[in-house]
């Protein structure tokens, strides 16, 4: 029995249209970044979750009530689910993702919020799923990418919305040296990671090779974590000239881990002309001689123009195949790639290239369609846009986080980007 002058408990069913309570907190801070990071992040232990959207921002009269008793009602079910957990995103929507929760138990809820809050105010249309619904439950295996494709889209109306870190003061030469003399005995396995270049032509999609790489930053956060090793060029030159010494001594005694793999190591022109690489191409057995891609900035090649020729040259003696580096529209519309004797050329994706103005944006895409001897790459796809950039100009190589995520789901890259074609309304 309640206490005498007790005022019993208020859920969302009690409120009536349009009522406000006597204190309506100010809007919190939305949860876009926590929820993109997540997505990002998810590995296939979180098979199973289901996703309820709320599509609040499509409402004609938008009343800060809603959101609390939505999040009440949830509560209230949440004692039989064995996950729940809900974001309030930047344009007022809210996601709820969930696992262990009867599918009709969800509708039944999200049938009532929709019917109390469509009482007093109507939608303003379709949601971004093309249903005249106020709410989506989906599966978060079968929708992964149409759901991180409306979280990204929210992080494109809002540039500079999602947080960065601090800045850090440029390296000084003094603590380069002190990192110089740690890295003789550092050892650098645990920050040699791969990631793999996709063929989205074939089904099933083939890795055409893996790139091994080294997390600068993870590096950087042990090594040196007060200061920015890469704002000082000529210091972060020195320093990865000295940092591609250590990762091929370190790849010298873990080669195994190679094997059956083409494998690209992004290094510095001086370094495959060096003694050190050298002794790590003796190691190599004739398979994986065969299977090796020297990736090459570009920044690199044109200040050094000279050791590239002779990094081709060299390149075509020992049989590795050559890619050019960290490439944009403007580099691939003005250098004579297709001539220039490599395999490869990776482009880094930026949504501006959805945007390109002429006659910039026929020279790109011209170079592209008529490519002869080298294949373009599209990288750093962190973004479903990306994806689909990709897939509608022929660029059939593609990397990036996108394209690991969709992977780890178990989803081809062929079906990801049918999904989100239909979402586009291709």
């Keep these: 029995m309640r206490p005498t002058g007790q005022k019993p408990a208020r859920d969302w069913v009690r409120f009536k249209p349009g009522e406000k309570p006597s204190a309506v907190p100010e809007k919190p801070q ?3 970044e926590k929820l993109l990071q997540l997505l990002q992040s998810a590995k296939r232990e979180l098979q199973g979750l289901r996703v ?12 800060s009530t809603d959101t609390l008793s939505i999040k009440h009602a949830f509560q209230e079910a949440a004692s039989t689910a ?5 974001y309030s995103l930047s344009n007022d929507d809210l996601i709820i993702l969930y696992k262990g929760m009867r599918f009709s138990n969800v509708s039944d809820i999200c049938q009532k919020v929709e019917r109390v809050i469509l009482s007093r105010t109507k939608m303003t249309g379709p949601n971004p799923y093309n249903e005249k619904a106020l709410f989506s439950v989906l599966e978060l295996s079968l929708n992964f990418v149409n759901v991180i494709r409306f979280i990204e889209s929210l992080a494109a109306k809002n540039p500079g919305h999602i947080n960065s870190a601090a800045t850090k003061p440029p390296i000084t030469l003094e603590e380069l040296g002190k990192i110089e003399r740690a890295m003789a005995i550092f050892d650098l396995s645990p920050f040699i990671l791969n990631q793999p270049i996709i063929d989205i032509s074939e089904e099933p999609n083939l890795r055409e090779y893996y790139e091994v790489y080294i997390t600068v930053r993870e590096l950087e956060n042990r090594v040196s974590p007060n200061f920015d090793i890469t704002s000082n060029r000529w210091l972060f030159n020195y320093f990865t000239s000295n940092l591609d010494q250590s990762t091929l001594r370190s790849l010298n005694y873990s080669v195994e881990f190679l094997r059956n793999n083409r494998i690209g190591l992004n290094l510095n022109l001086t370094t495959v002309l060096s003694d050190v690489f050298v ?3 003796e190691r190599l057995n004739a398979e994986l001689k065969n299977n090796l891609v020297i990736e090459i900035n570009k920044v690199d090649l044109i200040e050094n123009e000279y050791l590239f020729r002779e990094v081709i040259e060299y390149a075509a003696y020992k049989g590795f195949r050559v890619c050019i580096d960290g490439l944009s529209p403007y580099w691939v519309a003005h ?3 297709d001539n220039m004797g490599c395999d490869y050329a990776k482009i ?4 501006d290239m959805d945007s390109l103005k002429e006659p910039e944006k026929s020279i790109f895409l011209d170079k592209i ?5 080298c294949q373009y790459i599209l990288a750093r796809c962190g973004t479903v846009s990306g994806l689909l950039f990709a897939h509608r100009h022929g660029i059939n190589l593609v990397q990036g986080r996108i394209v690991d995520n969709i992977l780890r789901k178990g989803v081809s890259i062929s079906d990801a980007i049918k999904t989100a074609k239909v979402m586009d309304g291709d």
């Design 279 to 281: 002794r790590f191409d």
């Design 335 to 337: 250098l004579d790639i």
């Design 82 to 86: 064995t996950f729940l957990q809900t």
């Design 30 to 32: 939305d949860d876009d």
């Design 348 to 351: 880094f994706w930026n949504a």
């Design 52 to 63: 309820v959207h709320l599509h609040l921002s499509l409402l004609k009269d938008k009343n």
């Design 369 to 373: 369609k008529n490519q002869s001897s």
